[in-house]
């Protein structure tokens, strides 16, 4: 089998990019989002002082030997951010950058932050997801209720009805 047709062309695939979502035959971008995210921050170098720390906690000797904790302080606003998610140096300092970038951002711009947005969407998902919970529960309970409803009745409906057959029955 020839390779050109174990892969689609490029024009074909991009044919399908000019029309919107709900027309294209299976897609998977989020053309559909509601609302876009803002983007995440970042923070100037020559604001931030670093330095690096021995770690602490669970995980050995290793860990409390080696200066692989960051700790970095964003000077015009005095925060202070420690991460020690890694043993590296260069994961723990990135890690520690977009922790002390939210913050700053969430002191700067307030519910209009992206940390803020983000909380909202999940506690807004959250209730939506308890309510739909609830709902459905109530409904089990009362299709549950209903049943048993039908049951009486039908049980007193039958009860009358050999009531009255055994009245005509003949007694020997």
Do not use: C
Not at 12 to 26: C, E, Q, V
Not at 65 to 92: E, G
Not at 127 to 146: D, G, V
Not at 157 to 169: I, S, T, W
């Amino acid at each position: 089998m020839p390779l050109t047709k174990l892969f689609t062309p490029i024009s074909r695939t991009l044919a399908w990019r000019g029309l919107p979502a709900s027309r294209r035959p299976l897609s998977s971008s989020n053309d559909l989002a509601a609302k876009q995210m803002p983007p995440r921050p970042t923070i100037d170098e020559s604001e931030i002082t670093g330095t690096y720390l021995k770690g602490s906690g669970p995980g050995g000797q290793k860990i409390n030997k080696t200066s692989s904790a960051v700790q970095l302080i964003h000077l015009p606003t005095n925060t202070v951010v420690k991460s020690q998610a890694t043993r590296s140096r260069s994961q723990n300092r990135k890690i520690a950058l977009q922790i002390l970038a939210e913050k700053v951002e969430l002191l700067q711009k307030g519910d209009e932050s992206r940390a803020a947005i983000v909380a909202e969407t999940k506690r807004k998902r959250k209730a939506s997801m308890t309510k739909k919970s609830k709902r459905k529960y109530r409904a089990l309970e009362e299709k549950k209720r209903r049943e048993k409803e039908e049951a009486e009745i039908s049980r007193e409906g039958e009860e009358e009805g050999r009531g009255e057959e055994a009245d005509e029955l003949p007694r020997r």
